[in-house]
Every structure is written in structure tokens, then in C-alpha cells.
């Protein structure tokens, strides 16, 4: 491995577009169903330029364009309370038949769980919610020539996240 340059880097990078649908449906007064489902143009983002100290390099993304499904439930069990759960199915845009990904992504599909509690009084908001990331195993390559090494094989065994969130909002 060579020496590693200091200063600054940067790249122009314009995101793809995405398209999302939802459906929300108040199931009785107090039980709420939604579904989502999100179309990402990934494929428009052939490759990243960027500008480093040692140099100009690029990495070829290969990714194609993604599905992201998701269903959501909340049900009003008390007054002022709330309690929720999700569920979401995030594609991997790195499949492709040459097994070439990027590390800017976790390899493999994606599984998020997500529940929380809330509570609400005279447009205050507080919420708490627990997550966990699945991601799916899947060996990948990369391909690029940083710091004088032309392959990196990586992957994700097992893959898992665990999120806290905790907010307050107020509606005025």
C-alpha cells in the first residue's frame, strides 16, 4: 500500500431521481394502516470523478434502478397514545451478473423493523421507537485503483443495526 495523500478531494454528484406511492387507510378510529412503494433511478449514476491529492480517480457504481416497499401500522390503544410498527424491503442496487458494488452501500438486500410509542397533547408530540437494519449476506468486488490496490473483495455476513430514536415535535 502507498502512501496516503492529505488535503482536500471533492466530486460533483447529481442524485437519481426517485418516484414513491403511498396508500393510508384508517382502518377503524383508531387502527392505521399505510403502504409505500419507491422507484430509485440508480442506473443514471454510471460513475463518481473524484478529485484527491494523489490524483483524479473514478469509481464505477454498475448499479441499477431499485424498488423500496414498505408497510406501516399504528394503532390509538388509550387516550393521547399511540403505538406503531413498520416494516420496509430496501433492494440492493448492486446486483448486477458481475458482482461489482460499491463500499458506499451495504451489500445485500435490507430488512428494516421498526416499532415505537407515542404519546400527544395540544399539538406536543413525543415519540420513542426502537430499529434494527437486516441485511442480507452477499459477497461482492470492488474494482478501483486506490491507494495502488486494484480489487477489494468485502461483503456483508449476517448484517445487523440497531437504531434508537427519540423526538419532540409540537404542532402549531
Given amino acids: ?11 460533483d454528484v447529481t442524485l437519481p431521481q426517485s418516484i414513491s406511492a403511498g396508500l393510508n387507510w384508517d382502518v377503524t378510529d383508531t387502527v392505521h394502516l399505510g ?8 442506473s443514471c449514476l454510471e460513475k463518481i470523478d473524484f478529485d484527491l491529492p494523489s490524483g483524479r480517480h473514478t469509481t464505477q457504481l ?5 424498488f423500496r416497499f414498505s408497510i406501516a401500522g ?6 393521547n397514545w399511540q403505538l406503531m410498527g413498520s416494516y420496509v424491503y430496501d433492494i ?4 448486477t451478473d458481475k458482482n461489482v458494488g460499491s463500499t458506499m452501500l451495504p451489500s445485500g438486500d435490507r430488512h428494516l423493523l421498526t416499532g415505537g410509542l407515542a404519546w ?9 421507537c426502537y430499529g434494527i437494519i437486516m441485511m442480507s449476506s452477499r459477497e461482492q468486488q470492488y474494482q478501483g485503483d486506490y491507494y495502488g490496490a486494484p480489487v ?8 445487523v443495526s440497531h437504531q434508537i ?8
Fill in 152 to 159: 477489494y473483495r468485502f461483503g456483508t455476513r449476517h448484517g
Fill in 74 to 79: 399504528a394503532w390509538d390503544f388509550a387516550d
Fill in 92 to 95: 440492493d442496487p448492486c446486483k
Fill in 62 to 66: 454498475d448499479w441499477q434502478d431499485v
Fill in 120 to 128: 400527544h397533547w395540544n399539538g406536543l408530540e413525543i415519540s420513542a
Fill in 165 to 172: 430514536g427519540l423526538s419532540l415535535s409540537y404542532a402549531f
Fill in 35 to 42: 403502504y409505500a412503494m419507491t422507484w430509485t433511478g440508480w
Fill in 1 to 11: 500500500i502507498g502512501k496516503i495523500a492529505s488535503g482536500r478531494g471533492g466530486a
